[in-house]
């Protein structure tokens, strides 16, 4: 004969389990819409406060695929490093905006610029920046150049400029624009004035 | 020991199981899931490329829509309701993380009464033909000298292709390739004695054997395949300048047997290929398809005009940038064209390699990244009369430079040519009209500067 004691027991937990079953039933519909984004657009940096200051962003235009020199007042940090980044963020501002006139998709960031004595500075994108990117030859050309022209006419002394995908080297940016090497400044200035 | 184990059984891993489908509406392939024994196929992956489909999945039910078919599976269970009638599944239905999952073995039941129409469905191989879609082809062996096997297809193709000693090995993944009679072929050639057919993992192959190395052209828009003795020769490698490549293997000798055809006046490349898609011109035409179409009609161009001409991909084969560079310098042509295509933009854009203007190079050994540096006034030559040509037919055309390799590796003049359509219509592409047009402008120009070029190499 099987004590009452454990009759009550095992009913109860039997209860308990039926319990939790309807409630884990009930609950399975919330979790999908609870889940929260996988895509975080939120920017990698806080916002820069302080002076604004004249540049010049070299800003890429698919039609008629060139680079067009424009003035922009931005806010810039004092050092040199932090110049560069802030500059770079600027420009792939103007990129990510839906009415770009060359558009990069929306969490193309940059995540670090470098300058490394003398004369380099490596630039370095996130994932975003490189996968989601447009694949030709000259769509990517013209991001490449619109990064190192913008550089290097902003932050004197810079000679060559490596470009990374979430601080790693990469072949090429979607298919077809090297990132396997340096860029020669001289050679994209050459570059930039036979698009002209 | 346990990594070497684990090495070893990755390296030994099997192709992955698939299916490959082909219909008017498109060709593909898709992976095969085992379940409890069976080969199990997502359905909606199945009808998602032949018509406008969606699926619900309720619980234990799973219901889809094709056009206007509504068919309903429950899982578990091996029946299926389509169009208001019951239909027994050779095993159970099953739902996996939403994709509802139905027995190979019942496709040739269930996708008429989707489709509306029959299906044939080879099952050893996987591979299911929907409507008349079938490619066929005739073989025979021409008494040429060398001998050459001459394979007319019904349709265009574009297999990979792979040679091993005594073989040479077509493998048809896209294409709905049929065999006409017999699974073997056999040829009175003592160089090409036979042919087989087979089928395997969503895919037909034809391996042809040979007593001697053996290459294959295509020729009539991808309809004919052309497979002949690659002639040897033993010959002095000659002592020109060599650009150093980043990895080097094989042999320093000097004396060699190596298999020369001829002397090419110009290596073409199809740019891209195999898993290397390129860009997606749109959702059915990738960049590697339309360069290879474009580049054999290149290669037709300027052998039409008597300019010996190798083309580097002649199939949807993968090679490396350096690859490219590598087999483009030891032929020493007198140019490298390097084919793109584009959506973005009109008409076509002619690159110059941007070469570093500091080169690393060591006596005769240049700098891989700026080989390219001494043929530059060369290669400008080429494009400006590419480019004078392109203007004479009024399709519009830029010369610029670009960060492109492996242009910078070419020891010879080099240019790349990216193919925009000349209107809206990305459709042009694929037009054999503008091919046509673009590739007899490229070669009427490369004529134009033949001489000049020749001398420069």
């Known amino acids: 004969m099987i004590p009452r004691n454990l009759i009550f027991t095992a009913a109860l937990m039997l209860l308990v389990v039926l319990g939790m079953g309807v409630y884990v039933w009930q609950i399975r519909g919330h979790v999908t819409s609870n889940t929260p984004s996988a895509a975080d657009n939120r920017p990698v940096a806080p916002p820069v406060s302080g ?121 090429t940016l979607a298919g077809h624009a090297d990132l396997s090497d340096f860029y020669d400044v001289n050679s994209m200035n050459q570059m930039v004035a036979a698009m002209q | 020991m346990l990594m070497l184990a684990a090495v070893a059984l990755l390296l030994s891993a099997p192709d992955e199981k698939k299916i490959s489908i082909y219909s008017k509406a498109a060709n593909y392939s898709l992976p095969i899931t085992q379940k409890n024994g069976q080969d199990c196929a997502g359905l909606l992956e199945i009808l998602e490329p032949l018509g406008t489909v969606s699926a619900k999945a309720d619980g234990q039910r799973w219901k889809v829509r094709f056009n206007n078919v509504d068919g309903e599976f429950t899982a578990g269970k091996p029946r299926a309701r389509i169009r208001g009638h019951d239909f027994d599944l050779h095993a159970n239905f099953l739902i996996e993380n939403g994709r509802g999952l139905i027995p190979l073995a019942s496709l040739t039941q269930l996708l008429p009464q989707f489709l509306g129409g029959p299906v044939i469905f080879h099952e050893t191989s996987r591979r299911l033909f929907i409507g008349d879609v079938s490619v066929h082809f005739i073989a025979q062996v021409n008494k040429s000298n060398p001998p050459a096997l001459v394979m007319n297809f019904t349709s265009p193709v574009n297999p990979s292709i792979s040679t091993e000693p005594g073989k040479l090995r077509l493998l048809f993944t896209h294409e709905p390739l049929v065999p006409s009679g017999s699974q073997t072929l056999t040829f009175d050639s003592k160089i090409i004695p036979s042919a087989t057919y087979q089928e395997e993992n969503g895919a037909a192959e034809l391996t042809i054997a040979g007593t001697a190395p053996l290459f294959a052209r295509f020729s009539n828009d991808g309809r004919t395949i052309t497979v002949t003795a690659a002639p040897q020769v033993t010959a002095q490698a000659p002592p020109q300048p060599t650009a150093a490549p980043p990895s080097v293997t094989g042999s320093s000798s000097t004396t060699t047997t190596v298999p020369i055809s001829r002397r090419y006046f110009a290596v073409v490349d199809a740019s891209h290929g195999g898993d290397e898609r390129g860009a997606a011109i749109s959702d059915q035409l990738a960049e590697k398809d339309v360069t290879l179409a474009f580049a054999r009609r290149l290669r037709q161009e300027l052998e039409a005009r008597g300019l010996t001409t190798l083309l580097l991909r002649d199939g949807d084969t993968s090679l490396t940038l350096d690859q490219r560079a590598n087999i483009a310098n030891s032929n020493h042509p007198a140019i490298y064209i390097c084919v793109h295509a584009s959506s973005q933009g009109y008409g076509i854009r002619l690159y110059k390699a941007m070469v570093p203007s500091v080169a690393d190079s060591h006596g005769p050994f240049l700098d891989w990244s700026s080989a390219q540096a001494p043929f530059f006034t060369l290669s400008q030559s080429a494009a400006t009369s590419v480019a004078a040509e392109f203007q004479r037919r009024e399709i519009a055309v830029r010369t610029l430079i670009a960060p492109l390799r492996p242009l910078n590796s070419i020891i010879a003049a080099a240019v790349a040519v990216e193919v925009a359509p000349r209107g809206p219509s990305i459709a042009e592409l694929n037009d054999p009209e503008y091919q046509q047009s673009v590739t007899a402008a490229v070669a009427t120009g490369l004529s134009a500067v033949r001489a000049k070029l020749e001398a420069g190499r």
């Open chain 1, 51 to 171: 002076p604004t200051e004249q540049v010049i962003l070299y800003v890429a235009y698919d039609d008629p695929g060139t680079l067009r020199a424009q003035s922009w007042k931005i806010p810039l940090p004092a050092g040199r490093q932090e110049r560069a980044e802030q500059l770079l963020r600027a420009l792939i501002t103007v990129y990510v905006d839906k009415s770009s006139p060359h558009p990069l998709s929306a969490g193309a960031e940059i995540r670090d610029a470098y300058l490394i004595d003398p004369g380099l500075a490596v630039i370095d994108t996130n994932a975003a920046f490189a996968d989601n990117h447009r694949s030709g030859v000259l769509v990517e050309e013209l991001t490449v150049a619109s990064l190192v022209e913008t550089l290097s006419a902003n932050i004197p002394g810079i000679t060559r400029v490596r470009i990374l995908v979430d601080g790693k080297s990469r072949d």
